[in-house]
Every structure is written in C-alpha cells, then in structure tokens.
C-alpha cells in the first residue's frame, strides 16, 4: 500500500510507498555514471587562477596569512545584477522587474577534487563562516528580500567544490509557503511549527539520522524524495546569518556525518542542498525557523514530482533514516 | 541582464535571461545520449502480450472489431488502490491517510518504437477519447478529488508509448494553487484569469507556437523551462472530460504539430505532459480553465529550480516560440 502523509508546514500531501519500499540497493542499480563534463582550459577556482574570477569579496585565509581556504567572488554569469533599478512595469496583463540582486560562488576548498563527503571538519567550518559573514554583508544592501545559499553535487559546470549564494529582490514560492504556514500555525497555537517537528522527531526518534547539542538532522515524515533530509537547530531562530561559532562546529559535524553517511550508503550520489533561512528587511519573520533541506538525485522515477506538485517517494523515511543510521 | 516576471496565477516570480540567451544548439550540446533501460523480457504492452497485464478497462478497437488501437489496463504496480478504507488518522502531529485511487496506464499504439511526434493524427484523437472515456467513467467513484494525466517520454521502466492516469483523494499542491489564483482573479475581475491569458497572447502573437480553431498553444510569459509550452482550449472549460469529438480532432493536431516542432528543433527530447483539469465533486471549480502543460527535459541547469520554488530560464518563451514557429 501507499500512504498519503501531509507535510505538516506546507500542508502538500506526498504519496509515501509502505509495502514493497525500495532501499538502497534498488538506486544502485538504476545509478547511471555521470560523466565529468570537465572543461580543458584551466579551472578558474583552482589556486594560481584567481585572475580568472572577479576580486573576492571574501575570503577564508591560512592562519599565517598566506594562502586562501575558503575564497567568495562573484558569479561571472550572474543571473542578478547589483547594479541598476528593478524598473517594476506592466507587460500587457503581466507583471516584470529587472532582476537585481546578488550572485556569488563560494569556492569551498582550494582542491579540485574533494567533496563534502571528504572534506575536513575545519573546513567546513570555513565554509559555513565565509558563507554566514556574506549573508552580514548583504543585508546591509535595503533591496534584497532573501537570500538563498545552494549547491549542486556534482556541479554542471564546473568540478571544483563550489556553491551558489544569491541575494533576491523577492521571496521565492516555496520559501513564502514555508512562512504562510508557519504564520498559521503560530497564529492557533503560539509556538513555532518547526520546534513542534523537533520535540515530536526528538521524542519518536525513528527518523532521527544525526543528533548534536545543536542540531536535529533527520528524514521529515512526509519526505518528498528518498532519502531526503532536514538539518535543524534546536534552539529557535529565523536566521542562518546568526549563528555563532559553536553551532557551526557543531553543524559541521552534522554535514560531515551526513554526507559520509550518503558517500557511503549510495556510492557518491549526486545530490542539492538549500538553506531555508527567514526573508530579511520588510519581510523579514521571526516565527520562521531556519534549517537546510538536502535532496538525493539518484533515481528517474523515484522521488518524483508529476507535474502538478504530486510527489510520489519509495522509501519511507523511516527506513532511510535507519540505512542511514546503521551505515555510520 | 536577468528579468523577473510574474506568472499571473501563482503569481511565482520566474527569472528570465534576455542577454545572452540560450537557443537549440546550446541544448543539443549539452545532450547526453540517454541509453534506453528495455527489459530483456517481453513487453507487456506489446500485442500479443495482453496477458502480462491486468484485464483492460477501456479499449479502442479498429474498426472491423478486432485488433486493439489503444488500451487502458490498471497499473500493475499501482500508487494507489482502489480498495479500502481512507482510514484518516493522526500520527503524533502528523496526518496521514490510506492512499485510496486510481492508477491506470494508457497504452498508446500497439506499435512499440512509436512516439508523439511519429503517431498519426487519428490515432493521437484515439488515446484523448480513451483518456476522456476513463475520466467519465472514473468520476462515478465519488471519492475522487482530482484527475492527473501525465506522460514522460522516454519512459522509464518501458519504452512503449504509454501514459499515467490516476484518480487522487487529494488535489496536488500546483492544482490547489492554481485554483486559488484563478478564485482570487475572478472575485476582483469576474473574469476567468486563463481567458485572459488566452486573449493578451492572440493579441500579442509574440509568445503563440500553433493555433487552431479550437486550440492556442503557446510559450507563457512566465516560462519556467525553456520551450515550456501550455496548450489551451479557446473557450472556457473546467474539465477535459467535456471535451468534444471535434475539439478531439483539434486538439491532436496542435498536439502533433507541437511534438514535431519539438523533436526537430531538439532531436526528439526527454519531455513531461502534464494535463491540468478542474478537481471534481466537492472540488470542483467552473472558474478554472484546463489545459496542458508541457516541460522538456534538455539541460541540467536549464529551467533549474533552485531547491525553493525558484526557477531561472535562459530561453525567453519570445524566442522560444519563434524557433518552434519557425521550424515547422
């Protein structure tokens, strides 16, 4: 049989495989090898080619000085323009702006060929600080709405270990569903729906897959995509750009077990991974609480959306977090 | 530069690059030959094979009575199931519900190497009426909400043309939004929102790929993916299943004039088709207008969804159409 489970925050329901659920094994089996699309000149994030990006806007140095950890420029195919007016007008019926806002990459380690699933815990960290200290610097600029930190494993482009960080003039759909629920929530109950998730995952724990001081990671009951996982402080707080220096050791951990754990489990899967942090300015909500949502890309048809916001998963999420549990 | 524009229903900003934007030979390069996964068994859709699936539920015959043209049996491996109880229930703060539906398959043509874009007109005209004819049937069953019919091509598991049919308990979330659009537009306008649509792009004709007597298919303004197209009925209907014989008719040409525009311009792409119809019973809305949508699936990071409900396209639906238009 087949469950349909509601996704407590947006309220979507996803179709969730009970009987006959697949496991690892079945997404090995259906894995198709990716083939590096590596390009022939150099690579322009690698150390020695910092000429081919635009200047840094940031960057994580070795504690003598010298060489770069953690390097932040911005995308030299940005699809956000800092400079310029948004020009809001009409099209006929339609509405249009110009699309200002920010782009960066944040490249994650000067080597080529690491990934999270290898990278050193300090590392991480670095990471997390340059992307936290971008976030600061961004929201000194009045016009952005959200900011939205991204990253596709394997990169399409590009190999070197690198993620997206954008600045938006608007708050994206799924973000603005996350808020409208957890508006409603806090309005009949005055508490965060997503610390409600936290004390019901913390208290049946069958869907836990990593637990810290800080930080809940762990399969959501009405999981979308197999194997799909929430990384989620503890202690309320609408904002990824507050975190202090603890919790990103402590979320470092987290990453670092979880990717291994994925490494491990599916063979190096390709994967996303968003941070859903509350909008700033105007639209900034302190009933929001933000985490980060990881999503496997390893099958064709498992995982998947119809078309019309139908998802249809094969593995409960009860079972990935035990596979993911047991491969640590 | 990069501009947002709004999609008038579920009034999600989409971003749209207008330098540099990205035409057919940029997708073909990016192409990866997609390596057919054919069951060495044989093929159940296959005629001759009739036994290898459930007992049909609809079928169009030739003429003289004897050889099946199309074929609906129920899904041998189904999401949902017809039989027993919806046994709403809680789970700690969650809900969650038996997945009570239907999930048919529509075989498309006894021949196995055929595809949208190589089917004859009547035949096109043979799998709508057996599609309607099942939706008719279905909505008998009055514990059905909301009908999807969805084809992927190539398809996963088998390669013989074939497309899903399911009746839901529940309306899907892009369902639900677009009838909240469409609910909000009228109470402001009194008009439908898609009638709209329709008028601003036979005035505009910029955006318009094939147009009949009955049908517009066109690029929207909003596209979310390059040579995303939607095909609308030019008079106001909530439900497929009302269509006409002649709208039938109508409706396959601009359905075989679009695949054959798409598989020259793209040398045949992965694609999705998604119909989108009014919810039924208590669901039911006569403000909406259904239609079809259609995605390819041509570039990794082409028509990406940023992990939060935000779509960037580098293909304007303005050029867009002016290829398909120009490669017919």
Tied chains: 1, 2.
């Excluded at 939205?148 to 399409?156: A, D, F, H, M, S």
């Excluded at 973000?175 to 913390?202: A, V």
């Excluded at 949502?293 to 498992?302: D, H, K, Q």
């Amino acid at each position: 049989m087949t469950e349909l489970r509601r996704e407590p925050v947006t309220r979507m329901w996803v179709a969730v495989t009970t009987d006959q659920p697949k496991g690892p094994s079945d997404y090995l089996s259906l894995k198709q090898d990716y083939q590096p699309r590596e390009a022939a000149e150099p690579c322009p994030f690698c150390p020695g080619n910092e000429g081919m990006t635009p200047a840094e806007t940031f960057s994580v140095k070795q504690k003598d000085g010298t060489d770069w950890l953690v390097r932040v420029v911005p995308n030299k195919s940005p699809f956000f323009h800092v400079e310029g007016d948004f020009d809001r007008r009409p099209e006929g019926m339609y509405d249009l702006m110009e699309a200002i806002g920010a782009h960066e990459i944040v490249i994650e380690t000067p080597e080529h060929h690491q990934n999270l699933s290898t990278l050193a815990l300090d590392q991480i960290g670095n990471i997390l600080l340059a992307c936290r200290e971008r976030l600061l610097d961004l929201k000194k600029d009045l016009r952005f709405q959200q900011f939205l930190i991204l990253k596709n494993y394997p990169g399409v482009f590009n190999r070197h270990p690198h993620c997206h960080l954008m600045a938006l003039p608007v708050v994206p759909k799924i973000i603005d569903e996350e808020i409208s629920g957890t508006i409603d929530y806090f309005q009949r109950k005055e508490r965060c729906i997503y610390c409600d998730i936290l004390r019901e995952e913390l208290s049946v724990k069958k869907r836990i897959v990593v637990e810290t001081g800080h930080f809940l990671a762990f399969a959501p009951f009405a999981s979308r995509y197999p194997f799909e996982t929430w990384i989620i402080p503890k202690a309320h707080s609408p904002d990824f750009y507050s975190i202090d220096q603890e919790s990103i050791i402590d979320l470092s951990m987290v990453i670092q077990s979880l990717f291994r754990r994925y490494y491990r489990l599916l063979a190096n899967p390709a994967y996303g991974l968003t941070f859903h942090t509350s909008p700033v300015q105007g639209r900034h909500r302190p009933e929001y609480h933000w985490h980060i949502e990881t999503r496997l890309r390893i099958g064709l048809r498992e995982g998947f959306e119809w078309g019309t916001g139908f998802f249809v998963n094969p593995t409960p999420p009860e079972r990935a977090a035990a596979y993911l549990r047991e491969v640590g």
